[in-house]
């Protein structure tokens, strides 16, 4: 299980500028509980290349995650921030995000036994993985359909609705990145909270997340003074954010910063 950030704005901006420094230090701070490695995507401009960042370290161990945080400009960027769960390996190729240099994702979630997944994929695409998590198959996925349909709003859809059916209660909660847009899914009402993982931490109530309770897999958004939009899981607070719909795919095209949230694509 892990958190998840994501924002998109006129002119390449820090998180930092985004969030406050205040807010910008509590996703960094919440490392401590979910400290399995992080990652971070990125396009410099609309229409630019879609570059990746990734460790399998700590990032409260380290000062990368707060310089990316707070001195790397971007157009638009997603953050994550791992928790490994179900005996997934902490590896460099299983931290997130999952980028193929034109598009990158970085998921919440379990989609596990991972056979039906597994028979999901081609062999060319099973052959063609790096890692062992569940999370680079959905990855893996969604590319396939993003080539077949060019549309990632499109291809995001078709594949919850695929992994749906196999894993009715998983969380699918995700960020994507392409060099165009931007697109947040959130789907994840079965989901159970990983109670166990949070108690195996050791931490003390005063450094756990907040909201790390029923609504751990909420999604929430907000506009971004001067334009643009940021959204985040839970552990930033929930004052001056709206909840995203469950079960929607929420896309922001990079160009125009035009925001749509459809809730009809996943009952489709």
Known sequence: ??????????????TRRVLGAQLARRFERMSLLHDDGWGSAWVDAPGG???????????????????????????????HLRLATDSMAVTAMNAHPFSDGTLALAHN??????????????DDERAGLTGTTD???YFTLLRRHLS????????AARTVRALRSAYPEASLNAVALTADSLCVIHSSSLARVPWEDFMAS??????MPLDHSEVYFRMSYRAVPGGGWVFTSTGLGSDSWTALPEDSISTVDLASLQLSIDSQELAA
Request: glycine share 4%.
């Open 1 to 14: 299980m892990c958190r998840l950030l994501a924002h998109a704005t006129p002119t390449a901006l820090t």
């Open 49 to 79: 290349s879609v570059h990746r960042v990734r460790d399998a370290s700590p990032a409260h161990t380290q000062d990368r995650l707060r310089r990316v945080l707070e001195s790397d400009p971007a157009a638009a960027r997603i953050v």
């Open 109 to 122: 979630g379990s989609i596990v036994p991972t056979d039906s997944l597994q028979r999901l994929l081609t």
């Open 135 to 137: 999370s680079e198959m």
């Open 148 to 155: 077949e349909s060019g549309d990632l709003r499109d291809a």
């Open 202 to 207: 050791g931490l003390s109530t005063e450094d």
